[in-house]
């Protein structure tokens, strides 16, 4: 419910008045050719593949953490930008071996500051947590159900596996320049990550830019 109220506040420079309708798609002014069904099967070396490759507790967890992440967005209502969409999704970082759960909203220069991404980041992590049986505090309990099998505990699962699983996953918020203000001079973007047992976030540096050797002489 606090999240729920910060979000009317914060989300000022995010949410629209309303949803963004598309422009209605041209119809071709001469009729289209009505498609004909297929006549062969599909290719039996992609269903093999398919069919015979097992999916992976990271797949899973990563997809279910993905799907969560967009609904705790809708659920703040920072899903209708009018600068754009959000940009939502999983990744794993092979440097370092972690999960990344990113959340990427377009909004004016006013609101990319260093504050309101860690506001955000509070908001979307509550939210997130929100189903779990203690809340923001059940961090450990909600990854650990994400990352895991529903049916069956692997002999193999290493210990602590919650604790494991907190170190491991990360949750950023990057608040990015709308392409109207690309050229406008004002902030670039500013990013924040934390553990989803984190109240708050720090800051992700910008990537430096390498400089050219000026020559000698």
Known sequence: ????????????????MGPVVPALAQTPSSPAQTPA???????????????TTPITLLDWGMLRLERDLEEAVKQLGLDRGREGPPKIGTQFRFGDRRVLAYASFAVKA???????CRDIFSMVREA??????KGATGAGWYLARTFNSDFRRLETQPEPFDELLLDAVLLEITLRVPPNEAFAGGPGRVACAGRLDSETAYIVPLPQVPTQPRPAG
Do not use: K
């Open 37 to 51: 069904p297929p006549t062969t099967p599909a290719s039996p070396d992609l269903m093999r593949f398919l069919s």
């Open 1 to 16: 419910m606090r999240a729920l109220m910060r979000a009317g506040v914060v989300a000022a420079g995010i949410a629209a």
């Open 110 to 116: 006013a609101s990319r500051t260093e504050s309101n």
């Open 128 to 133: 997130l947590l929100s189903a779990a049986p």
